[in-house]
């Protein structure tokens, strides 16, 4: 586990709504949280929806009213020796202030703070925020618009904020997300290979397109997919990919995790 007492700032982003971002953020968090030995927090900022914190309203809501989650919740709490991860709602402008309030006024030694951005750079203090991540993780999908934008976004921050040290950004890694399995996988390769002739970095890991990732708790009592207060179930790892994406996450930022498959 990282010795270092300033936790990094880490943010999924993309410039179009619907690519995954609220969903990779949460999938990340509760995988790192709740299966490793790490501490995370949130800063939920995408306002006006919040939709980290209202998740979490959600799983609350469900834990209270299902004997199943709330047993399960018992007994992952009874083990654990850290409370469930904190989340923070926040504007734009004041994300960073409000996670060095986080860090102050919590009893945790935080080991990463992630933060869900609005997808638009026309929101006030967006690029001064975006600014201060430590690494950029942006989600992108083979639709024409979402790769446009996404792809305009990243060369313009790299060229400009990166590059020149403007940024406290180390780096900024294009992940592919909702990868429909029917399509040749020769398509993904010569979209990657573009993205990088431009000298921009993408993932190896390429996550599916994928009912399981919109899955969150529910009456039928199935294995726990997207949660703010449970991980992944193990038996969904391996299938999702996800898996596979935090061991490459897990050594672009310098975390010590075991593959949990």
Known sequence: MTSQKQPLFIAFTTQKGGAGKTTLTVLTASYLHYLTGYRIGIIDCDYPQHSVQEMRERDIKQIEANNYYASLAEKQFASLDKPIYPIETSTVADAISSAHKMIADYDMEFNIIFFDLPGTLNTSGFIETISEMDYIFSPISADRMVLESSLSFAQAFN???????????????????????????????????????????????????????????????????????????????????????????????????????
């Open 159 to 261: 060229d400009m904020y990166i590059k020149t040290g403007n940024a406290k950004t180390k780096s900024l890694h294009l992940l592919w997300n909702l990868v429909d399995q029917r399509e040749s996988t020769e398509l993904y390769d010569e979209y990657t290979t573009l993205i990088e002739s431009i000298g921009l970095l993408t993932l190896e890991t390429r996550l599916p397109d994928s009912k399981r990732f919109r899955k969150e708790l529910s009456v039928k009592n199935k294995a726990i997919f997207r949660s703010t207060l449970f991980p992944i179930d193990r038996t969904q790892l391996k299938a999702s990919r996800m898996s596979d994406l935090m061991q490459e996450l897990a050594q672009i930022i310098g975390l010590d995790i075991n593959n949990l498959d």
